[in-house]
């Protein structure tokens, strides 16, 4: 069996005392409500409590970004994706860490523009 040559095209260097970093990652998540405390979402990767993240609310909303961080997260129903692939479908809720002033004031302006039952539509979660 002939042995793969080195693939990567920059140098690779060993780190012995492993330490440790962050990677940060967007996930697409629905918006199914929103409180001046936190929000439940919609979306098809594992998120663990106790994870921080942000939430960006979208424009459409008045572009927001809030600091959370998942409280609870559960698999509540499979979908299948336009390529065919089968999605689980996790529902989360987050808390809202301390918000500033005027983060606060702008999502009380979202909520109070929003009537009972409109929808939220599409917000991003960066982990």
């Known amino acids: 069996m002939a042995e793969l040559g080195e693939r990567r095209k920059g ?6 005392e ?7 990652a967007t996930l697409s998540a629905r918006l199914l409500d929103l409180s001046t405390t936190g ?17 960006e609310l979208p424009a459409t ?6 600091p959370a961080r998942v409280v609870r997260s559960a698999i509540v129903g499979t979908e299948v994706s336009p390529n065919g692939e ?7 809720g987050v808390a809202f860490g301390e918000l500033t002033v005027d983060q606060q004031a702008a999502l ?17 979660l960066v982990l």
């Open 61 to 66: 909303l008045g572009t927001l970004i809030l």
């Open 18 to 24: 492993r330490p440790g970093g962050r990677i940060r």
């Open 108 to 124: 009380e302006t979202v909520l109070g523009r929003l009537a009972p039952g409109d929808p939220l539509g599409h917000g991003r």
């Open 11 to 16: 140098r690779r260097v060993k780190l012995p």
């Open 39 to 55: 929000a439940r979402i919609e979306h098809h990767n594992l998120l663990r409590p106790g994870f921080t993240c942000t939430i």
């Open 86 to 92: 089968r999605l689980l479908r996790y529902e989360s």
